[in-house]
């Protein structure tokens, strides 16, 4: 006979194990977990060889990233955004500035995914891992 209760608590373990730690609970996401899309790397590069490559080089973002170990994404786009291109800081739009953030975490090995990277949602949550 089926046994309801029986039932009922696998569905409830089963629920447990296979939600993977700290999903859906806004903690414990960092850019290895796919938080930008291929289209902002695409349309971060000409932007970045345009404003970026002339004084940095990519080696020069390890080191940087590194230095950001630990803290959100936000942190590290508020920085580029108010001291970068360092002839013109601010000069960028916006989004330009995100896509650059998403090309310079791809170049750097990080995974592209579905989600899309944007400072008015979820960068804040997002953590900056060393590469
Ligand atoms: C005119 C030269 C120049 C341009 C163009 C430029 N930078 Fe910089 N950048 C600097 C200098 C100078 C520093 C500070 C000294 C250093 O750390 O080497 C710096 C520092 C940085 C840092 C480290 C900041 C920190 O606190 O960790 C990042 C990240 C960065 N730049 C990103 C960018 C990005 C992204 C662009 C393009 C939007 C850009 N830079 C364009 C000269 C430039």
Redesign the pocket.
């Known amino acids: 006979m089926f046994n309801t209760k029986k039932a009922f608590f696998c569905w409830v373990v089963s629920l447990l194990c296979v939600t993977p730690v700290g999903a859906g609970f806004g903690q414990g996401k960092t850019v290895d977990d796919g938080v930008f899309t291929q289209s902002q790397v695409d349309a971060g590069k000409p932007?970045?060889d345009n404003?970026?490559k002339?004084?940095?080089d990519m080696r020069?973002?390890r080191d940087?990233l590194k230095?950001?170990d630990g803290q959100p994404v936000l942190w590290?786009w508020e920085?580029?955004l108010g001291?970068?291109?360092?002839?013109n800081p601010g000069s960028?739009m916006l989004e330009e500035?995100t896509d650059?953030?998403a090309y310079?975490l791809a170049e750097n090995g990080f995974p592209v995914g579905e989600e899309t990277l944007d400072p008015d949602s979820n960068m804040g949550d997002i953590l900056i891992v060393s590469p």
């Open positions: 932007v970045y404003s970026c002339t004084c940095h020069f973002y940087a230095s950001w590290m920085a580029i001291t970068m291109p360092a002839d960028l500035y650059v953030v310079i």
